[in-house]
């Protein structure tokens, strides 16, 4: 008989206080719409507003959640607001999050990865309050030894660009928190998140393929593809943030899973091309149009990872549920209807996540 996971976690979040970090971020902003959808109240934390146009502004996200502008690096406001709001669960996805940007800006990277996670640990050291976290780190954390088999939560860390290396570096921080203070308080529970690379509508970050082409797009121009033949593990964004709700909702249930990180990868064993994501794209915008330059901007990024995603099947019965075609299609639609049938995209994401939630309890 099939769950209906739903029901669960709308016990599990209804009325709760939910405190992200990030929130006005591509993933911070689902999150945000999915944890609204499930009742709780919301507290955000973020330094700015990362893109424009944004997710956070175009969805009206600032009107279902409370903002605060505040940056992750200063410990004492972060400690202040925190136990001011005094969350039930906190969902850490602060972070300078681009790859290019941390060859530009290592340390400012640095600082907010790597001590900004380490201020949230610092504030748990000494909360009181029956807490759930759950740390947002990457699929970059791992070393990366172009490993095919897909890599495992025993794997070894060690992300060699600025941003992945500052993400390792914060796991090794959880892990040090963990075991020398956190473990010991009965009132804390927390985890580690890796997913990797995530597209679907919302996202305007510079420096990102499908961002990149909307804005051509857009505007019904030609766009410029750097790598076609790359591949990347491609995933819905809705696939990693229910993933991190649920995984949060497990952890508040099972004490065996503190301290645990946990890969949240797509479903396929195949990893597709940008070319081929491009073409699935077209055929549900069929004006987009694109050709492959000369002269790329290079910069040193992993060329494949993959996660090996069996322990979150085993332990937590969370699998990824969407396929490579499905995804392409829901990122089309999103950016699709927001341009051309200008819809509001509060309603587009939830009429999506609605979707969503009900491939995910038939299929998981
Ligand atoms: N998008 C992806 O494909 C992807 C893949 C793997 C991991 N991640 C991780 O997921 C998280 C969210 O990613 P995203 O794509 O939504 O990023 P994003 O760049 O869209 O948003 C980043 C968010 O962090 C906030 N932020 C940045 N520096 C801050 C600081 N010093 N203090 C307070 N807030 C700060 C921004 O204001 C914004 O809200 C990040 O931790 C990122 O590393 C993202």
Same mark, same amino acid.
């Given at each position: 008989?099939?769950?209906?996971?739903?029901?669960?976690?709308?016990?599990?979040?209804?009325?709760?206080?939910?405190?992200?970090?990030?929130?006005?971020?591509?993933?911070?902003?689902?999150?945000?719409?999915?944890?609204?959808? &499930?009742?709780?109240?919301?507290?955000?934390?973020?330094?700015?507003?990362?893109?424009?146009?944004?997710?956070?502004?175009?969805?009206?996200?600032? %009107?279902?959640? %409370?903002?605060?502008?505040?940056?992750?690096?200063?410990?004492?406001?972060?400690?202040?607001?925190?136990? %001011?709001?005094?969350?039930?669960?906190?969902?850490?996805?602060?972070?300078?999050?681009?790859?290019?940007?941390?060859?530009?800006?290592?340390?400012?990277?640095?600082?907010?990865?790597?001590?900004?996670?380490?201020?949230?640990?610092?504030?748990?050291?000494?909360? %009181?309050?029956?807490?759930?976290?759950?740390?947002?780190?990457?699929? !970059?954390?791992?070393?990366?030894?172009? !490993?095919?088999?897909?890599?495992?939560?025993?794997?070894?860390?060690?992300?060699?660009?600025?941003?992945?290396?500052?993400?390792?570096?914060?796991?090794?921080?959880?892990?040090?928190?963990?075991?020398?203070?956190?473990?010991?308080?009965?009132?804390?529970?927390?985890?580690?998140?890796?997913?990797?690379?995530? *597209?679907?509508?919302?996202?305007?970050?510079?420096?990102?393929? *499908?961002?990149?082409?909307?804005?051509?797009?857009?505007?019904?121009?030609?766009?410029?593809?750097?790598?076609?033949?790359?591949?990347?593990?491609?995933?819905?964004?809705?696939?990693?943030?229910?993933?991190?709700?649920?995984?949060?909702?497990?952890?508040?249930?099972?004490?065996?899973?503190?301290?645990?990180?946990?890969?949240?990868?797509?479903?396929?064993?195949?990893?597709?091309?940008?070319?081929?994501?491009?073409?699935?794209?077209?055929?549900?915008?069929?004006?987009?149009?694109?050709?492959?330059?000369?002269?790329?901007?290079?910069?040193?990024?992993?060329?494949?990872? !993959? &996660?090996?995603?069996?322990?979150?099947?085993?332990?937590?019965?969370?699998?990824?549920?969407?396929?490579?075609?499905?995804?392409?299609?829901?990122?089309?639609?999103?950016?699709?209807?927001?341009?051309?049938?200008?819809?509001?995209?509060?309603?587009?994401?939830?009429?999506?996540?609605?979707?969503?939630? !009900?491939?995910?309890?038939?299929?998981?």
């Amino acid at each position: 008989m099939k769950r209906n996971h739903t029901k669960i976690l709308k016990k599990i979040f209804k009325s709760k206080k939910v405190l992200i970090t990030g929130h006005t971020g591509f993933k911070g902003s689902w999150l945000s719409l999915c944890l609204r959808y &499930l009742g709780a109240n919301i507290l955000g934390i973020s330094k700015n507003i990362p893109s424009s146009p944004s997710n956070f502004l175009t969805s009206n996200i600032d %009107k279902i959640v %409370k903002s605060k502008t505040l940056d992750i690096k200063k410990i004492d406001k972060i400690k202040v607001e925190i136990n %001011k709001f005094q969350p039930d669960f906190i969902f850490h996805l602060a972070a300078q999050s681009l790859v290019g940007v941390s060859y530009e800006k290592p340390l400012i990277t640095w600082n907010s990865n790597l001590m900004g996670t380490v201020n949230i640990l610092e504030t748990l050291k000494e909360f %009181k309050k029956r807490v759930t976290v759950v740390i947002i780190t990457s699929d !970059k954390s791992y070393k990366n030894v172009e !490993k095919k088999s897909g890599y495992k939560e025993t794997d070894l860390l060690g992300g060699e660009d600025p941003y992945s290396a500052s993400k390792s570096a914060a796991e090794i921080a959880i892990n040090s928190y963990f075991n020398s203070f956190l473990k010991k308080k009965k009132n804390i529970t927390i985890g580690i998140a890796r997913a990797g690379n995530v *597209i679907g509508g919302g996202d305007w970050s510079r420096d990102r393929l *499908i961002p990149d082409c909307i804005r051509s797009w857009s505007k019904k121009r030609k766009v410029e593809i750097r790598n076609p033949n790359s591949t990347r593990p491609w995933q819905h964004v809705l696939e990693a943030v229910w993933g991190y709700v649920f995984f949060a909702h497990k952890l508040k249930l099972s004490n065996k899973l503190n301290g645990q990180a946990f890969n949240f990868g797509p479903k396929s064993k195949k990893n597709y091309k940008v070319s081929e994501l491009l073409n699935v794209i077209q055929s549900y915008w069929p004006d987009v149009r694109y050709h492959y330059p000369k002269n790329r901007k290079k910069f040193n990024e992993s060329k494949l990872l !993959k &996660l090996n995603c069996s322990k979150a099947k085993k332990l937590l019965k969370w699998e990824s549920v969407l396929n490579f075609n499905e995804t392409a299609k829901l990122t089309a639609d999103w950016y699709y209807s927001y341009y051309f049938k200008n819809k509001r995209t509060q309603a587009i994401s939830l009429d999506q996540i609605k979707n969503f939630e !009900k491939i995910f309890n038939q299929r998981n």
